[in-house]
């Protein structure tokens, strides 16, 4: 008894730390200024999406130039999905990332890439955290220029395409020069890349190939041999004491993602909620109302089980608030429903333990057991129902195409997940570490439901 009471206890403790550290970090003056708070907790406020607390929208002008008009909208809703992943690692940061076709169909009109970051209102980390637009491109010096002796600067008029970009790399990484000891930054190209690539040192040995990042020639060694296996190197473009950081931001971005298409941002803006600080407001009185209404009726009929489940939920609602804040999750109307959805699960869950703990009374067994067979019978009904619930979150998250339900999904998932913590570790600990006076009609009245005296 004495280790069941002192996990108790070392559970309310752990519990108390987690729900201070939610309350201390919240801050829900959503849409003001106060939400980019420079104070020691800021980076654990909650992350509201754009319906709730608005954000940032930048919008990238997209170069097309030298692509097969049929070309284009592959190479932009590959774009889109470069973006998407380099700004939602997790799948629940909920950005818009939206293609849009500007002008005049023909030649007067453009492709643009609009990128709305919900929460954020640092228009400088918004485009850091889009990541450094890097276009990586192989050309010739023309063969008029070969053997040219002079002294004119060359230009971009002065090199031939190859083919070979970004677009076909696999993947990239810093090594170093064994003699300089020089960082290189070595690309390897997938099977298209290194077949070209292959094809353009074999067909072209002797001739200058420049390697160009973002416009700049990094390096333009002679092709002495035919290169198989589709590797490459960057050097000599990373000198001085932040050579190797450059280097390593370099290896990093090309391993996010090569751009299929070059992109040039060309205006940025804050937007407004289109909920706003009311609707939070509003959610959070409502969610409170809800939890005292639930606790109201469980305490009222299952009484001192139902007492230990408004801890226990007090304790999933802590946990998940806490993960909210950690993961980051941002929080939409749809990832609050989600929340919402797992903790009516979490109370299911609740109900079924001391409905079979009633049922194992009602047979004679004394409360020690009878709690303990509760939740033994209770448990393969809360498996089966939650494991189910979490196959429909992994279904939704991984199929869905749309931030929103990838969010949802996310939300709903983690919560049953705590749920299934709570209900049979947090509330069994609890029921466990009270003293089981068998002969007391106290004790009895306090583990029947309201339904019986």
Known sequence: MFKRRFWAVI??????????????????????????????????????????????????????????????????????????DRVNVFGVSEPIIQVETVGLIGGNSSEQLIVDLPGMTDIAGAIAQVGKTYVL??????????????SDPLTNNSFESTGLTGALLEKSTLEFNQTTGEPNVSLQFNKEGSDLFAKITKENIGRRLAIFLDGKVMSMPVIREEISGGK???????????????????????????????????????????LGVEAVRASAHAGL??????????????RLPGL?????????????????????????????????????????????????????????????????????????????????????????????????????????????????FTAITASRTLLLAIKHDNAGRIIHFLFNSGANK
């Open 289 to 302: 109302w809800a939890f005292i209404v639930i606790a109201i009726f469980l305490i009222f009929w299952y």
């Open 232 to 274: 490459a190197s960057i050097s000599g473009g990373f000198t001085g004491t932040s050579g190797v950081k450059e280097a390593k931001d370099l290896v990093n971005n090309l391993n996010l993602g090569a751009l299929p298409i070059p992109i040039e941002l060309i205006s940025t803006q804050s937007i407004g909620a289109s």
């Open 11 to 84: 559970l309310l403790l752990v519990s108390a730390l987690v729900g201070y550290f939610v309350y201390s970090t919240t801050n829900l003056n959503v849409g003001t200024s106060e939400t980019a708070s420079t104070t020691v907790n800021s980076k654990y406020n909650f992350k509201l999406g754009l319906d709730l607390n608005g954000g940032i929208e930048l919008i990238y002008k997209a170069d097309t130039t030298g692509i097969a008009a049929s070309d284009v909208s592959g190479k932009m809703n590959s774009l889109k999905n470069l973006i998407n």
């Open 308 to 420: 230990l489940a408004v801890i226990s939920l007090s304790i999933y609602v802590a946990i998940n608030l806490a993960l909210f804040k950690l993961i980051p999750v941002t929080l939409t109307a749809a990832g609050i429903a989600g929340f919402i959805l797992s903790l009516g699960m979490a109370v299911d869950a609740n109900i079924l333990i001391f409905e079979r703990m009633r049922e194992e009374l009602a047979r004679g067994r004394v409360l020690a057991d009878a709690i303990k067979e509760g939740f033994a019978r209770a448990w393969l009904s809360i498996r089966d129902s939650n494991t189910s619930s979490i196959i429909t979150a992994i279904i939704l998250y991984a199929f869905s195409s749309t931030p929103v339900v990838k969010g949802f999904a996310f939300v709903f998932g983690l919560g049953v997940v705590v749920s299934m």
């Open 137 to 150: 491109e192989f050309k010739f010096l023309k063969k008029e220029l070969e053997n040219s002796t002079s």
